[in-house]
Nanobody, 115 residues
């Protein structure tokens, strides 16, 4: 199982970024995928979750109305569109999948929001 995040970077407050998580090594369309983030000195927290077909999603309160999670099963990729970014969104963003009794994480992608 491999998860590879990309799309992070530095943006000004109010800006947007689109993160991608490319998956391989398992039957991607069978599993829900989630995005987490970890800011310096803080615990890793759930940002958004998408079901295996993409028809169900859930968001942390901090992400509602600003972030959109989506997936493209033929491309084995999950996306996180982030709009109206604020300094408090600065963190390393990770994608995660749980398969049977194991949890897999990507290496993370850094998002920095600063003026």
């Amino acid at each position: 199982v491999q998860l590879v995040e990309s799309g992070g970077g530095s943006v000004q407050p109010g800006g947007s970024l689109r993160l991608s998580c490319a998956a391989s090594g398992f039957t991607f369309s069978n599993y829900a995928v989630s995005w987490y983030r970890q800011a310096p000195g803080k615990e890793r927290e759930l940002v958004a979750l998408i079901g295996s077909t993409g028809s169900s999603t859930a968001y942390a309160d901090s992400a509602k109305g600003r972030f959109t999670i989506s997936r493209d099963n033929p491309k084995n990729t999950v996306y996180l569109q982030m709009n109206s970014l604020q300094p408090e969104d600065t963190a390393v963003y990770y994608c995660r999948v749980a398969i049977v009794l194991r949890t897999y994480w990507g290496q993370g992608t850094q998002v920095t929001v600063s003026s």
